[in-house]
């Protein structure tokens, strides 16, 4: 099917906190489809807990770069929907756009593979007609609205608006790994939500650094705020098989950063372990 595309045409890939309760994600299908036709459309995710940008910066970390260059992703998890806060298009260093508020939500993308030019949203033009008034629906009047237009090639990016400068954008505050004598301490950055998988931020390839083998145990603790919830010797392995079920493993994800779960159970649940820079996991020998 989509060999017919018009070549001109990305594709077009939407996230927000929506959910699928309702018929919000159906009309921003809608509008795009009203822009032009042929533009493919995918979900990467609706479930993004409501306002948590923190988790829409880590989700599209988690997708962009395995989209060809010149896909148009739009994400909406916007609290100040209505507030002066930037509406923006940022490209990233490998050719992606992404359609946005400025509030944060670009702090992983930006981080990990780079940004080389942001611009904001000249609504004069790339606005839905005749929705002047509204002023809580952005993510239909002007970002998929905006998406749609840059996808569908009926505009050029530097017909979205004004150059911005790329440090000028709304980051997170972001903690680095840190190496210590014999371990490395990383937050606890996102859970693989349906299996309760912990996702840190620590690369593999720092981990490394501790000469740690597969089937090795390592020290593991958590912490909230400073306080101790969980601590344990477990096994570093390739995936899940190389545990018993029910037991915990320590292993690289598919973002190549370390991870703990409990094969065929949920970590998360199990020791009610939460996410963010407040969660702090050390792993050593």
């Avoid at 927000?16 to 309760?21: C, E, I, Y």
């Avoid at 096994?235 to 018993?244: E, N, R």
Wanted: hydrophobic share 40%.
């Amino acid at each position: 099917m989509e060999e017919n595309i018009n070549k001109n045409v990305n594709a077009l890939v939407l996230q927000t906190d929506f959910g699928l309760g309702d018929g919000a994600v159906c009309a921003m299908y809608g509008v795009a489809r009203s822009v032009s036709a042929e533009l493919p459309i995918y979900d990467l995710t609706h479930e993004i807990e409501p306002y948590h940008i923190w988790e829409a910066s880590l989700r599209l970390i988690q997708a962009v770069p395995y989209w060809p260059a010149g896909t148009v992703f739009v994400s909406v998890v916007d609290p100040g929907v209505g507030s002066t806060r930037r509406s923006i298009v940022a490209k990233t260093k490998g050719g992606h756009y992404i359609v946005t508020p400025d509030n944060g939500t670009l702090t992983h993308v930006k981080l990990i593979t780079g940004l080389e030019e942001v611009r904001t949203i000249n609504e004069v033009v790339n606005r839905r007609p005749h929705t002047e008034r509204s002023y809580t629906f952005h993510g239909r009047d002007v970002y998929v609205f905006s998406g749609a237009r840059l996808a569908s090639g009926k505009i050029t990016f530097e017909e979205v608006g004004s150059l911005v400068p790329v440090d000028s954008i709304v980051e997170l505050p972001v903690i680095p790994p840190k190496r210590e004598e014999g371990s490395i301490t990383g937050t606890i950055d996102i859970l693989d939500v349906r299996f309760g998988s912990l996702w840190t931020n620590i690369p593999w390839e720092k981990f490394q650094n501790l000469q740690i083998e597969y089937g090795e145990r390592v020290e593991i603790t958590i912490r909230y705020d400073g306080r101790t919830v969980y601590q344990n010797r477990i096994i570093y392995g390739h995936s899940f098989a190389d545990v018993y079920i029910g037991e915990p493993i320590l292993y690289v994800n598919s973002l190549d950063r370390m991870a703990v779960a409990i094969n065929q159970g949920s970590f998360a649940r199990a020791y009610n372990i939460g996410t963010g820079n407040s969660w702090q996991i050390t792993l050593g020998k």
